[in-house]
Nanobody
Framework: VQLVESGGGLVQPGGSLRLSCATS????????MSWVRQAPGKGLEWVSS????????SYADSVKGRFTFSRDNAKNTVYLQMNSLKPEDTAVYYC??????????????????WGQGTQVTVSS
């Protein structure tokens, strides 16, 4: 099983980034997916979740209206479009897979599969 995040980097406040998480080794279309982040010196924070079919999404209040979570089941990939980025969005972003759609769950042990993370830095 592999979950490989990409698309992170350095961006100025107000800018945008699009994260991707390419997966393999499991039946992607049967799993809900989540994004979880960890800011420097802080604990894990749930960001967003999407159900297996892609028709249901949920967002943390801190990113609602700025981030959009989507998936392409033909490509076994999920995406996180991040707009209007703020310095407080600086974190390592992880994608995670789980059989049952979960909201506001950040702990790694709650997920079946977990990626290696991609760094997002928002700074001028």
């Amino acid at each position: 099983v592999q979950l490989v995040e990409s698309g992170g980097g350095l961006v100025q406040p107000g800018g945008s980034l699009r994260l991707s998480c390419a997966t393999s080794g499991f039946t992607f279309s049967s799993y809900a997916m989540s994004w979880v982040r960890q800011a420097p010196g802080k604990g894990l924070e749930w960001v967003s979740s999407i159900n297996s079919g892609g028709g249901i999404t949920s967002y943390a209040d801190s990113v609602k209206g700025r981030f959009t979570f989507s998936r392409d089941n033909a490509k076994n990939t999920v995406y996180l479009q991040m707009n209007s980025l703020k310095p407080e969005d600086t974190a390592v972003y992880y994608c995670a897979a789980v059989r049952t759609f979960k909201v506001a769950v950040a702990a790694e042990y709650e997920y079946d599969y977990w990626g290696q993370g991609t760094q997002v830095t928002v700074s001028s």
